[in-house]
């Protein structure tokens, strides 16, 4: 057998006395892509960090080798010296600098002990070409790029490193479904350059795209290994061993039915921006009964979230015209806490910049959008936000040491209960959910699908605001469609396929 470029051998990481990683094992042959898979929690990143000397030697135990020979990582440096690069979920670029000086920052190309900005501008534009970027000027700032485009930046950023492995966390959790195409189709072209790349999705059919190997972990522990070269493997048996369990039909069936009761509506609305005067939303009419799940999909500019904000009290300052009903009052929110009490609440898609503080604790995520509800007076009563935490931690089976765990050091499903429990707390009657599933894997999608059911058993009203086709039809009761600011179509979850749907949307 050839030796892996890569090679961990049982790598064990503990957090105090919160053991995570248990004898982790994991080869990378030289110019594949390996997929590392596993459920929210699994210990993928934190596997990742051992390797690329974020955890340095002494915080965990086992063996790093590479290309054969063991190696011992004690900063980010030696890590990057042994030709490893590592591009994050979060990206780390500065939004005020520009595209070539993110690129080249702390790595600068000198003439003497000046920079070459020249060189830099020269070079960067050589990377941006490599990594089909060419028409990202390289004097642009960042923060006038787009998410795809700063992606793009980030992996030119690494390979100026001129690294041996390439390692991309979530890479296309933010993505559209055509720009996560284009960044696979890079990854395949850099692999054909000789690139060796490590790539963490919970997308699997992208991972059955691009995979040469794949390793699964589960519980911090490492439970198959597939060589695609030496066998087949499918999108069910990857679950199969991600999860425990089969799962055989992501979507848990219907618990109960709508009541013609409606709960939730929206009479001729609009949504302009202030700005250039352009409608974000218009003429829109909707309706949510009670216990029913409306599905809203559309494509990119397609006005959805800005929908949603309108609804939420608006907390962007869109212009905003129409007339909404909750269990048919008027109501006219003018605040994000106006919403809330008049039970309306909106779970955003940014759970990391809009959705939670992550450095504050579970119970105070939970509380922060109802401190009434656990307060004497004007003091926070803090045995009882810890009676709350606990109950919405036992009833959505969240994954922590305790309530007092920071938010950063959660898996991103479970980031994403906590902000449901956040929701909940407010005691909505109208549940807005906007991309609730982005960034999580199948296991814990699976939980959210099947508490959004006992939500609409309860008789909560909830729009799913999703971009993900499989998940509306998958989920929805009836479903809306919109097209540049306008609903295009409305159709019952029986009579609705992809193609139907598709073509209201791009109608």
């Not at 919970?202 to 597939?226: N, P």
């Not at 119970?363 to 003091?379: D, F, M, P, T």
């Not at 007092?404 to 209960?417: D, P, Y």
Request: proline fraction near 4%; charge should be negative; glycine fraction near 8%.
């Amino acid at each position: 057998m050839d030796t892996p470029l890569i090679e961990l051998r049982n790598i064990n990481k503990s957090f105090g006395e919160v053991q995570v990683l248990f004898d982790v094992n994991m080869r990378v042959k030289k110019g594949e892509i390996h997929c590392l898979v596993g459920e929210n929690g699994a210990g993928k990143s934190t596997l990742m960090k051992i390797l690329s000397g974020v955890y340095p030697y002494g915080q965990y135990s086992g063996e790093i080798l590479i290309e054969g020979h063991p190696v011992q990582f004690h900063s980010i440096r030696d890590s990057e010296r042994a030709g490893i690069s590592i591009i994050y979920q979060e990206l780390s670029l500065v939004p005020e600098m520009m595209v070539y000086e993110n690129i080249f920052l702390g790595n600068e190309i000198k003439k003497g002990l000046i920079v070459d900005t020249e060189k830099e501008i020269e070079e960067a534009e050589r990377l941006l070409k490599l990594v089909k970027a060419d028409y990202i000027s390289p004097t642009a700032k960042v923060k006038n790029l787009s998410v795809s485009m700063q992606q793009l930046v980030e992996i030119a950023k690494a390979l100026s490193n001129k690294p041996k492995a390439l390692i991309l966390d979530e890479p296309t959790s933010a993505l559209s479904e055509v720009e996560s195409e284009n960044l696979l189709n890079l990854l395949k072209e850099l692999k054909a350059r000789g690139m060796t790349i490590i790539l963490i999705s919970h997308r699997l059919k992208e991972v059955l795209q691009v995979a040469d190997s794949i390793t699964v972990l589960r519980d911090g522990r490492s439970v198959a290994y597939f060589d695609r070269s030496e066998q087949e493997v499918d999108e069910a048996t990857i679950i199969r061993y991600m999860v425990g369990r089969e799962i055989t039909n992501l979507y848990p069936p219907r618990i109960a039915e709508p009541t013609d009761e409606v709960v939730f509506e929206l009479r001729n609305w609009n949504v302009i921006d202030p700005n250039t005067g352009r409608y974000l939303a218009k003429d829109v009419n909707l309706y949510i009964r009670k216990g029913e799940i409306v599905g809203l999909f559309g494509l990119i500019g397609a006005g959805r979230t800005e929908l949603g904000l309108s609804i939420f009290g608006n907390p962007y300052g869109y212009i905003v015209q129409g007339e909404m009903f909750v269990e048919g009052k008027p109501v006219s929110p003018r605040s994000s806490s106006e919403a809330i009490k008049n039970g309306i609440f909106y779970l955003t898609e940014d759970r990391k910049e809009r959705g939670l503080i992550l450095i504050e604790s579970i119970r105070k995520n939970i509380s922060l959008a109802n401190l009434e509800a656990v307060s004497r007076g004007q003091i926070v009563d803090d045995e009882k936000e810890i009676q709350v935490a606990n109950n919405f931690v036992k009833r959505l089976s969240i994954k922590a040491p305790n309530v007092e765990a920071k938010i950063s050091t959660l898996s991103g499903g479970t980031q994403q209960k906590v902000l449901v429990a956040k929701g909940l707390f407010t005691e909505p009657k109208v549940l807005i959910l906007d991309e609730p599933t982005r960034g999580i894997d199948v296991g814990a999608k699976f939980e959210i699908y099947t508490l959004m059911r006992e939500l609409a058993k309860e008789g909560k009203a909830i729009l799913l605001i999703s971009s993900e086709l499989p998940e509306i039809l998958g989920m929805s009761d009836r479903i809306y469609v919109m097209g540049r600011g306008r609903i295009t179509g409305e159709l019952p979850a029986d009579k609705a396929d992809q193609e139907t749907v598709m073509k209201y949307a791009i109608d």
